[in-house]
């Protein structure tokens, strides 16, 4: 992309620069389209409205969970702990699937302990001000360890993945509209809405651009941190119920493998991981790039081991082109 | 967001005043040992068993995490992170384990010399992306974590391989003294034959000055890039050595990552390396390291879950860091 860029004359480079860093959903929207047309070629006729569906079913709990790495890294945060938590949320509701109070209060009790997870979170990095990349990391060995000491309490009970889950998760409508969108869509118009239109949005990016002049100017950053991180609990949480209904398991390292991914696609969205720059629309089209390239490396018939380098590598030129062209880190 | 660097005592020449600026200036690590004396203390109090062979134990199963510690450390250190230790570990684990499958012992020294350049050559490459292209440590280290491990499982797709047996030998049983383990002798000494040298050398210094502040650094005619791709190289090389080491104690190489990242980064953080980087030693996070598992170990003794364990750790990590920064807050208010 840096490349075709040095063609323009020095204005079209500046026209350019401004639209990557005001808009970056548009050329990333443009690299979606170009991996999926690849795709289109490499294998003729697999792209169709069905595909684009189950790519956005794969795509909707990474996006999700995205979106708690957005949130926290526009306040110069980053949340480790949203794997542990997904997977716990998704494990602990499905054990409970045959408790009295049935799917409902299994959801409740678990997304009830993501939220104080997020709380104690939140007040390590709000109020005790300890880097959030450790305070995340450490408490999501609390929640996997819970987890796995639930998963020994529960084991004779019996587990399954509630029907209702596995139809959020996995059905399709007309073979192509993904079931959960009912979930999706409230989250992407809530997360968007925050960020445009509320005071607590503008705080987020407030502090995370300066935090001293944040609070010198009236805001208490440590009760926006605390909100922030019980906020991205509780969609880590959300995300671990669609992941458990979209692939029909229930365990204890179930999300553990988008971690990282996650934090690539809020970083190839263009939100900034220093703080201050970025958006959840970025976010979510980074989501579908990641899970379209994954899906492009298995059409191509890549070996497992060289997807992950051409993977990895990609991230590396995507982040690297985008810094280039927009003289922003 | 840390504090700013400990208030440093008076010159004075009086050997008293050294002390105590020894002290003070190594208060977080002199902590660390205390806790660990105890611990050992009370190892033995609980479980009056636990002597020479288990201690030998513990040093073989604490160094792969020593060397990832200390490699996470000296990056961190330099104002940058490292997520990539652990599929360095696996790379430079699965390539020496195959070379070494079925060769001479001699060869096998080839293979150990040549696995340590690797860990420089892969440290080279990650450090030289990061100030080549300007995106955020973190992000780059995280996508080449991916490039790796898929290297690593090219490499192997399973674990196998062997290893020479001097190298087996080298972390096995005593030292002279069967209450000094092998493995925590060799460990130490790659430590610090290699960082002793590096810390009080022009490069160690400027080390600690670009990850301190960058500009500052930059401005006093540091050579910012370079010094930051060399400290990428030794972070590398120390991810070689827990390489190694992986392969000495288990006798085979795993393509898998273990999960030595996101414990080394805890572990130096215990061990008092400000994430902020320019603050902290490697000596903090190798006894943190030993912390940990020691924990486990009585954990164990108890009786208790080792799952309720790994939630000690957490907590641990988090309340330890609370008390720190507390004590942070209410000198800067002083």
Redesign the interface.
């Known amino acids: 992309m840096s490349a075709a860029t040095q063609a323009y004359p020095r204005g079209g480079i500046a026209a350019v620069r401004n639209l990557f860093r005001d808009q970056p959903i548009l050329p990333l929207t443009g690299l979606l389209v170009i991996l999926v047309i690849i795709i289109g070629i490499a294998s003729p006729g697999i792209v169709n409205a069905g595909w684009a569906g189950v790519i956005l079913r794969t795509a909707v709990p990474l996006a999700i969970l995205a979106g708690c790495q957005t949130l926290t890294m526009l306040t110069g945060g ?1 949340d ?1 702990s949203v794997s542990a938590i997904a997977s716990m949320v998704g494990f602990v509701t499905a054990t409970m699937i045959h408790s009295e109070g049935g799917v409902a209060q299994g959801i409740a009790i678990s997304l009830a302990a993501a939220a104080l997870a997020g709380l ?1 979170s939140g007040i ?1 990095v709000g109020v ?4 959030p ?3 995340t ?10 987890a ?2 639930w998963q ?1 309490q529960s084991v004779q009970t019996g587990a399954g993945v509630p029907d209702i889950l596995r139809t959020i998760g996995s059905g399709l409508q007309f073979e192509m509209i993904p079931n959960s969108l009912i979930v999706f869509v409230p989250v992407v118009v809530l997360i968007l809405l925050m960020l445009r239109r509320t005071g607590y949005g503008r705080l987020l990016y407030a502090i995370g651009d300066n ?1 001293t002049a944040a609070r010198l100017s009236g805001a208490r950053s440590w009760q926006v941190l605390i909100v922030l991180y019980v906020m991205s609990a509780l969609l880590a949480g959300i995300a671990g119920l669609v992941l458990s209904g979209a692939t029909n398991t229930a365990s204890v390292s179930l999300a553990d493998q988008l971690l ?1 991914p996650s ?2 696609a809020a ?1 190839i969205g263009g939100t900034s ?2 703080g201050g720059r970025g958006g959840y629309g970025g976010t979510i089209v980074g989501a579908l790039i990641l899970t379209v390239l994954a899906a492009l490396l298995t059409v191509l018939g890549l070996p ?10 990609i ?2 030129a995507v ?2 082109a985008y ?2 062209v927009t003289g922003e ?1 | 967001m840390s504090a700013a660097a400990a208030p440093v005592g008076a010159t004075r020449a009086d050997p008293a005043g050294a002390i105590s600026k020894f002290g003070r200036r190594n208060a977080w690590v002199l902590g660390l040992l205390g806790v660990l004396i105890g611990l050992f203390l009370f190892t033995k109090g609980i479980q009056p068993r636990y002597g020479p062979i288990p201690i030998q134990g513990l040093a073989v199963s604490v160094l792969p995490l020593v060397f990832a510690a200390v490699a996470q450390a000296i990056v961190v250190i330099g104002g940058g992170i490292d997520l990539s230790i652990g599929s360095m570990m696996a790379l430079t684990s699965v390539v020496s384990a195959t070379l070494m499958q079925d060769q001479s012992e001699a060869f096998a020294v080839g293979v150990v010399i040549g696995v340590l350049l690797l860990g420089l050559l892969i440290g080279g490459i990650n450090g030289g992306l990061v100030v080549v292209t300007r995106v955020p440590d973190i992000v780059v280290t995280l996508a080449m974590s991916f490039v790796w491990a898929g290297f690593a499982l090219l490499v192997r797709g399973a674990p196998g391989g062997g290893a020479a047996s001097w190298l087996t030998g080298l972390v096995r049983g005593p030292l002279g003294n069967e209450w000094i383990p092998m493995a925590a002798v060799v460990g130490l000494v790659a430590i610090v034959v290699i960082w002793m040298p590096l810390s009080r050398s022009r490069l160690g210094l400027s080390i600690y000055a670009i990850g301190s502040d960058r500009l500052a650094a930059f401005r006093s005619g540091v050579p910012v890039g370079r010094t930051r791709i060399v400290a990428y190289m030794m972070t590398g090389l120390f991810s070689a050595l827990g390489g190694l080491a992986l392969t000495a104690t288990t006798g085979i190489g795993s393509p898998v990552p273990g999960p030595y990242t996101l414990l080394s980064v805890a572990a130096i953080v215990l061990g008092g390396v400000s994430l902020a980087g320019g603050r902290g030693g490697v000596f903090g996070p190798i006894i943190a390291v030993v912390i940990l598992q020691l924990i486990q170990t009585d954990l164990t003794f108890l009786s208790v879950d080792s799952n309720l364990a790994l939630v000690a750790q957490g907590l641990l990590l988090i309340a330890v860091l609370m008390v720190g920064s507390l004590i942070d807050m209410r000198r800067n208010r002083q």
């Open positions: 980053i480790l104690i390590g005790f001000r300890v880097h990349l450790i305070v990391l450490g408490m999501s060995f609390v929640v996997l360890g819970l796995n000491v020994l935090e990282l934090v690539a970083v991981i220093f497992e081991p060289t997807r992950q380098i051409v993977f990895g590598a991230i590396v982040a690297a810094t280039r880190t």
